[in-house]
């Protein structure tokens, strides 16, 4: 497990594509799990630790997660992101460019449980909900492209089922329309940049997840290289 942050009230991991954040019917370990246990170790607890998600991340997508180590900051942490005020940023892997550099995606985004899959209309329907991200390209290959995302909504599979609806389905996903899955089964999307007022302390945190390693380490470090270029 890769620590990226830590301190009295909350703690911040690099999740791994594959695993979960919470648990789920798989029956499999989550995340959050794994972070009680690392904690009863580092500090030798007797007894249970508090850990308490905040937000999630879609199994085959990897990066930064927060979850408080405590119910006050839980409580705090909750209500900021039912605010908007913990800012994330995402870098995602698409084969298609957009037909514009830059943009907003706006428009509703109606969930079905039956197949865990979300749907993206322009128009308002039943049941839906209005949903918004920008995106913008800040790097490509020969046949790869990286965009980064901000999230102005937080809906289910949103970036991906957005990206979709433009023609630029994410490398790996074939839920949502890409045509090969990635080797190590995760999808090119990873959730890069965290920023937001720490709920106790009032201290500003900013963070940045290193790009994902494995089958796909190759592709990411490039494309890192690329956009690191530009911004210089």
Known sequence: MEVVYEDNHIIVVNKAP????????????PLSEIVGEWLKAKYNKPGNVFVGVVHRLDRPV????IFAKTSKA????????????IHKTYWAVTRNMPSKPEGLISG???????????YFSATPKDGAKEAKLGYKLIASSDRYHLLEINLMTGRKHQIRVQLSSIGCPIKGDLKYGDKRSNQDGSISLMARHL???HPVSGNVIDLTA????????????YLESGAESKEN
Do not use: C, H
Request: no cysteine; charged share 30%.
């Open 18 to 29: 594959g695993e979960i954040v919470q648990g789920d019917k798989t029956g499999d370990k």
């Open 195 to 197: 920023n937001f007022v």
């Open 62 to 65: 990897g990066g930064l997660v």
């Open 210 to 221: 290193p790009v994902p390693t494995g089958s796909e380490e190759t592709l990411w470090k």
């Open 108 to 118: 509703y985004i109606r969930t079905v449980e039956r197949n865990n899959k979300s």
């Open 74 to 85: 839980l409580a705090r942490l909750n209500e900021m992101l039912r605010k908007g005020e």
